[in-house]
């Protein structure tokens, strides 16, 4: 992915702003022409925990990974986003907070920048990109309910099974120690999980 392997970033967002905001019009968009193409080399923050101004980013290709730090170091993974997908500290764009959530790249990607509070300016401004944080912000809430109930209700095994139906698509591409990760459990407690589930099938 050395190269960008993507044709054009204004048409590709365009094109991801009408399936979520189908009544968006071109004025309304006028404005993602500002914004900046940017690349993350692996391994690289698209934003850092800690950032006080820490902005959105829309993936144009490219795997991210969004993580939360524990004290002593740990890692939890949050979710991963892949192309066409807005990411940003959520928390923190809403209440003009310092973030504690980071982004970063798990392979070379591409994306649009946009600077911090630049979203949630053009919702308040624009009727169409109203309607796309409004139904990004109802997508990000099932998955985040959906989350929290994996965490709660579900063993490791299950909730291995389940990051592979939601990542069904990416999973080949992302690294086992991040799905550990993800699921909570260590790279050698992954493995097993992924014995157990080869021998059983």
């Not at 905001?21 to 923050?45: C, H, M, N, Q, W």
């Not at 006080?52 to 991210?64: E, K, R, T, Y």
């Not at 600077?115 to 109203?130: C, E, K, T």
């Not at 991040?178 to 459990?185: E, L, S």
Request: glycine content about 4%; some cysteine.
């Amino acid at each position: 992915m050395a190269n960008r392997p993507f044709a054009n970033p204004i048409e590709q967002f365009t094109a991801f702003a009408r399936r979520w905001s189908p009544d968006i019009t071109e004025e309304e968009l006028e404005p993602v022409r500002r914004f900046r193409v940017a690349k993350a080399a692996k391994g690289e923050y698209l934003a850092r925990p800690g950032d006080p101004d820490a902005g959105s980013a829309f993936v144009l290709s490219g795997l991210v990974r969004q993580v939360f730090y524990s004290p002593d170091g740990r890692e939890r993974v949050k979710s991963f986003a892949t192309e066409d997908t807005l990411v940003c500290p959520y928390r923190a764009q809403l209440t003009t907070s310092v973030s504690d959530l980071g982004i970063q790249a798990l392979e070379p990607t591409w994306y649009l920048a946009m600077a911090s509070g630049v979203v949630p300016d053009l919702a308040a401004r624009h009727p169409g990109w109203r309607e796309l944080t409004a139904r990004l912000t109802e997508a990000k809430f099932i998955a985040a309910e959906l989350r929290t109930r994996t965490l709660l209700l579900e063993d490791a095994t299950e909730r291995y099974r389940s990051f592979l139906a939601q990542y069904a698509e990416v999973a080949p591409r992302v690294p086992l120690a991040q799905v550990a990760a993800y699921i909570g459990v260590t790279p050698e407690a992954l493995s097993r999980i992924r014995r157990r589930i080869l021998v059983a099938a």
